[in-house]
């Protein structure tokens, strides 16, 4: 019989936590918590709403049945729709990590008194089950916040990064170009060579399958024939499609540097295709994903006029 994907991980942030903390978010009047953003724009930092199912036959995805009961009628609650309709008391603890990162993000909330209360309210309720939410670094100036453990500092499922890169030693020239400009605009990511020290005996299997099956946001998969024959990048990738399988949610992000065929992989899913991207636009559109619309920190770049698109020859 199938696990049922609340038996195979169970969630650390307990249902009464979750609940304490959306109870008190609800309750304050004086600021929705999705703040200055619109409330679609809000959740789509969360939830893939145009890959979720929705419930009105009128509509074909989540999206639109909830812009419709939230925003055109405005005939639900926001209980209802955070409780009922998305379930956050039976989200994963990466979703529900997202959530709380969002509520704190800048282009949500800038007040630094509105800061604090959230703060204080999020690590009140997240201490007894041994998180924190603390500075991961900046955009634009302001504080972004993670949630990590007391204990190690490390994200609610162990991994302190945002995104974790996934390649072929023969397309390291690239990637690292693009892990250079990342790791510029402070983006906490893994690529190999700046884990030289944290790898270093080290059980490699173990290790990295717990990377990429960890609790990054995204994992950006570099494709090529050498990707594609490879004994690291192979077990790099099993470990991403087990995550993305059992989140259910948008996760990898394939790059193409060329059309091989990846076991796994779905022909439909939408890629990049590298021969038309500069690691500089790369990056520009990963930041873009992250919900960091500009460069914290600009970089050379010749092709910079030209505006990064997914392949146009990808359909759906």
Same mark, same amino acid.
């Given at each position: 019989?199938?696990?049922?994907?609340?038996?195979?991980?169970?969630?650390?942030?307990?249902?009464?936590?979750?609940?304490?903390?959306?109870?008190?978010?609800?309750?304050?009047?004086?600021?929705?918590?999705?703040?200055?953003?619109?409330?679609?724009?809000?959740?789509?930092?969360?939830?893939?709403?145009?890959?979720?199912?929705?419930?009105?036959?009128?509509?074909?995805?989540?999206?639109?049945?909830?812009?419709?009961?939230?925003?055109?009628?405005?005939?639900?609650?926001?209980?209802?729709?955070?409780?009922?309709?998305?379930?956050?008391?039976?989200?994963?603890?990466?979703?529900?990590?997202?959530?709380?990162?969002?509520?704190?993000?800048?282009?949500?909330?800038?007040?630094?008194?509105?800061?604090?209360?959230?703060?204080?309210?999020?690590?009140?309720?997240?201490?007894?089950? *041994?998180? #924190?939410?603390?500075?991961?670094?900046?955009?634009? $100036?302001?504080?972004?916040?993670? +949630?990590?453990? &007391? @204990?190690?500092?490390?994200?609610?499922? *162990?991994? #302190?990064?945002?995104?974790?890169?996934?390649?072929? $030693?023969?397309?390291?020239?690239? +990637?690292?170009? &693009? @892990?250079?400009?990342?790791?510029?605009?402070?983006?906490?990511?893994?690529?190999?060579?700046?884990?030289?020290?944290?790898?270093?005996?080290?059980?490699?299997?173990?290790?990295?399958?717990?990377?990429?099956?960890?609790?990054?946001?995204?994992?950006?998969?570099?494709?090529?024939?050498?990707?594609?024959?490879?004994?690291?990048?192979?077990?790099?990738?099993?470990?991403?499609?087990?995550?993305?399988?059992?989140?259910?949610?948008?996760?990898?992000?394939?790059?193409?540097?060329?059309?091989?065929?990846?076991?796994?992989?779905?022909?439909?899913?939408?890629?990049?295709?590298?021969?038309?991207?500069?690691?500089?636009?790369?990056?520009?559109?990963?930041?873009?994903?992250?919900?960091?619309?500009?460069?914290?920190?600009?970089?050379?770049?010749?092709?910079?006029?030209?505006?990064?698109?997914?392949?146009?020859?990808?359909?759906?």
């Amino acid at each position: 019989m199938p696990t049922r994907p609340s038996e195979s991980k169970k969630k650390r942030i307990s249902e009464l936590t979750r609940r304490d903390i959306v109870d008190a978010l609800l309750l304050d009047k004086t600021t929705p918590f999705f703040g200055k953003l619109d409330l679609i724009s809000f959740l789509k930092r969360v939830w893939p709403l145009q890959q979720m199912i929705s419930e009105d036959y009128r509509f074909k995805t989540a999206d639109g049945d909830i812009r419709q009961h939230m925003v055109n009628n405005s005939d639900w609650e926001y209980s209802e729709l955070l409780y009922r309709r998305l379930g956050i008391t039976d989200i994963s603890d990466d979703q529900f990590t997202s959530f709380l990162e969002a509520c704190l993000h800048p282009l949500v909330v800038s007040e630094p008194g509105r800061i604090t209360q959230l703060l204080s309210l999020f690590n009140e309720a997240l201490r007894n089950d *041994g998180f #924190a939410m603390r500075p991961s670094g900046k955009l634009s $100036g302001r504080p972004i916040y993670r +949630v990590t453990t &007391v @204990a190690t500092g490390t994200d609610a499922s *162990g991994q #302190a990064y945002e995104v974790v890169l996934s390649f072929a $030693g023969e397309d390291r020239d690239y +990637v690292e170009r &693009v @892990a250079e400009i990342l790791r510029a605009n402070e983006v906490s990511l893994f690529y190999d060579d700046y884990e030289e020290a944290s790898l270093w005996g080290k059980n490699l299997v173990e290790h990295l399958q717990k990377v990429y099956s960890g609790s990054a946001r995204y994992c950006v998969m570099f494709i090529s024939k050498h990707y594609a024959d490879k004994v690291w990048p192979t077990h790099e990738r099993r470990s991403a499609f087990e995550k993305a399988i059992e989140s259910k949610e948008e996760y990898i992000l394939p790059a193409r540097f060329d059309h091989t065929e990846i076991p796994g992989l779905h022909k439909t899913m939408g890629y990049v295709d590298l021969q038309k991207k500069t690691p500089h636009q790369l990056a520009a559109l990963i930041l873009s994903k992250l919900g960091r619309p500009q460069f914290e920190k600009e970089t050379t770049d010749p092709d910079s006029q030209h505006t990064p698109t997914v392949d146009e020859d990808i359909s759906f």
